[in-house]
């Protein structure tokens, strides 16, 4: 069971109504047809954007919606300026990759609902010492130690202000939007993306004491139904009920930040 530290920060199907042309026929099919002259064919209909089903908000009369926006390439030193701002350069350094941190987080956060997240595509360096369990082999369970290793994390977390978060991503969204799109979404909206994998992980449930097995190397889940779930769920039960709970209600708060839509249920 490999540690993968939380993202601050959850794929929505962009869904686009296809119509149909429906003709109309005489009733009276013996009266004869008058032939008209030849139409022209219709020109196709112009292929529309998708509909966007969160909007980002505006952005605020702060600092961080005025500052200049870098090129994507130079963006690593104003986007980690500005989350220092907000986390602090501590936490910044303990905590976040410095490298190509926009692709990394929208890479992250995009995996979260899947199955797996790619380890070496993450934005957040490993937690300090490794997993532990409670119990043997056969009969194992979650130890409460391992849920001590990712409350420092947590109280970073909790300590944010997310309306000055949220005004960094809103500054930095198109670079976020660019990134989401190379990424393999010409047409995708990423803050959709993002408020579909906070749902996700809002979504998880919280079992008390998850039964363990050890298979191979790696524990897994006893119960295959919580085996399958999107890899960002399993990571909060990895966390533990306290530290899932202090995390869902940051990002219940990020998301009425981003939205003005109430969670999905």
Request: cysteine-free; charged content about 20%; hydrophobic content about 45%.
């Amino acid at each position: 069971m490999i540690n993968k530290p939380m993202v601050g920060v959850a794929a929505l199907v962009v869904v686009v109504a296809g119509g149909g042309w429906y003709y109309l026929h005489s009733r009276n099919s013996s009266l004869p047809r008058v032939p008209s002259a030849a139409q022209p064919a219709p020109a196709p209909a112009p292929v529309g954007e998708p509909a966007i089903a969160h909007p980002l908000p505006a952005a605020q009369g702060d600092s961080a919606s005025q500052a200049p926006l870098p090129a994507l390439e130079d963006s690593d030193a104003a986007l980690g300026g500005a989350l220092a701002e907000v986390a602090g350069a501590a936490a910044l350094k303990d905590y976040l990759m410095p490298e190509n941190m926009i692709r990394r987080m929208v890479v992250t956060i995009d995996n979260l609902p899947r199955q797996k997240v790619a380890v070496d595509k993450r934005p957040t360096r490993s937690l300090a010492g490794s997993f532990i369990a409670a119990g043997d082999e056969l009969h194992a369970t979650l130890d409460q130690r391992n849920f001590q290793r990712y409350q420092p994390l947590v109280a970073v977390i909790q300590s944010i202000d997310m309306r000055k978060l949220a005004a960094v991503y809103i500054h930095f969204y198109p670079l976020f939007q660019r990134t989401y799109q190379d990424l393999g979404y010409p047409n995708g909206y990423f803050n959709d993306r993002l408020v579909q994998v906070i749902d996700v992980l809002l979504a998880a449930p919280q079992p008390a004491a998850p039964a363990l097995i050890r298979p191979n190397v790696m524990y897994t889940f006893a119960d295959p139904a919580l085996e399958k779930l999107p890899a960002g769920q399993k990571l909060l039960i990895r966390m533990g009920p306290d530290n899932a709970t202090a995390i869902k209600a940051k990002l219940k708060e990020l998301r009425t930040l981003i939205t003005a839509a109430p969670p999905q249920r």
